[in-house]
């Protein structure tokens, strides 16, 4: 290089310094460093706030992106039923309409014939059945357990309505001692009378049981099945 040129070149970047050329100026300008403090590599740059999951700490795995689940609307709640709470309502109902039948009974059976006591004791089941049905259904809803019990509980009203009824009459006929000579000597007496002669048994008797659990399962069913 000639002695000429070299004062040209520096000249040159001389000027470009001052002139405030970018290349030459960023590559001079010193960074503010307060404390002399590290500094700290870049990141890469995220996603945009509000989308994904967040970053995963150092040592994690990234968390796996999952389906959305659909959130149940506000005010519905899953119709899960009150199963306790349905057996003591239908055992409610079904001991309320037993008693109206016993006193029927006690208040009819001078005048009453055997057709109409069977035709009243399948009657009474059958209504027993219902409104326990009803409200274990209603109650319940679409729980299975409920609905057995409900049956089971209108099977035992249509029993004891019948066999209360029978101790009623015992009652009228001999009093309180003649109650307490009956309960001592025979205590199986009213379920005997329920079941008929040993020999002779009443089969509508098991008809009006087996009515009355069928007829309160299926209600209970039905209805609980609307309501799920």
């Known amino acids: 290089?000639?002695?000429?040129?070299?004062?040209?070149?520096?000249?040159?970047?001389?000027l470009s310094v001052s002139l405030g050329d970018p290349v030459l100026s960023q590559s001079w300008q010193p960074q503010y460093n307060p404390g002399n403090q590290p500094l700290m590599p870049q990141q890469p740059p995220g996603p945009p706030p509000g989308f994904g999951a967040p970053p995963p700490a150092p040592g994690q795995f990234p968390v796996q992106p999952g389906y959305p689940y659909p959130a149940a609307p506000y005010g519905q709640q899953p119709n899960s039923g009150k199963p306790v709470a349905a057996f003591f309502l239908g055992l409610f109902f079904?001991?309320?309409?037993?008693?109206?039948?016993s006193l029927v009974?006690?208040?009819?059976?001078e005048d009453m014939s055997q057709d109409v006591a069977r035709v009243l004791y399948v009657a009474h089941a059958l209504l027993n059945a219902a409104a326990v049905g009803i409200v274990v259904g209603l109650v319940a809803r679409g729980r299975v357990g409920a609905h057995i019990g409900g049956a089971v509980v209108a099977m035992l009203g249509a029993f004891f309505g019948y066999t209360n009824g029978v101790a009623l009459?015992?009652?009228d006929m001999g009093?309180?001692?003649?109650?307490?000579?009956?309960?001592?000597?025979?205590?199986?007496?009213?379920?005997?009378a329920w079941w008929g002669n040993p020999g002779d048994p009443e089969l509508i008797s098991l008809f009006g049981l087996l009515a009355a659990g069928a007829v309160a399962w299926g209600m209970a069913f039905?209805?609980?099945?609307?309501?799920?």
């Open 169 to 171: 009459i015992f009652i």
């Open 222 to 228: 039905l209805i609980g099945r609307r309501r799920r």
């Open 175 to 192: 009093g309180m001692p003649g109650f307490s000579n009956m309960m001592e000597d025979d205590p199986f007496n009213p379920a005997k």
């Open 105 to 109: 009974i006690y208040a009819s059976y």
């Open 1 to 14: 290089m000639t002695p000429h040129v070299v004062p040209l070149v520096l000249c040159r970047i001389h």
């Open 94 to 101: 079904s001991v309320a309409l037993a008693s109206l039948y």
